[in-house]
């Protein structure tokens, strides 16, 4: 079975079987939380400072080990939709 768009809540992952229960934030012991984005969604945990910025995380690993404990940054990974996935990097300014 194809599912051509990403769940509105993680919740409907446990419904459809894909998952026992939604996975736990390991700061918080809540639920993991999830938003969608324009080009797909982001599923993240609140992060060290254990404040909700609303999944803000560094895409580049170097980036995302430095800022795990700074403040106004959360922990988590980025799902592209279909059409948004293979393209080529835009270049970071900051190199």
Excluded: C, N
């Excluded at 026992?20 to 938003?35: E, H, K, M, N, Y």
């Excluded at 403040?71 to 799902?79: A, E, F, I, N, Q």
């Amino acid at each position: 079975m194809r599912y051509k768009k990403w769940p509105q809540h993680l919740h409907e992952l446990v419904g459809r079987g894909f998952s026992p229960a939604v996975p736990l934030d390991p700061v918080t012991g809540q639920p993991l939380r999830s938003r969608h984005t324009q080009d797909g969604m982001v599923i993240y945990s609140v992060g060290w400072d254990r404040s909700d910025d609303g999944g803000q995380f560094g895409l580049e690993l170097i980036e995302a080990l430095r800022s795990l404990k700074r403040p106004g940054m959360d922990m988590g990974v980025r799902l592209w939709d279909p059409q948004h996935r293979r393209k080529t990097p835009v270049p970071d300014p900051r190199y």
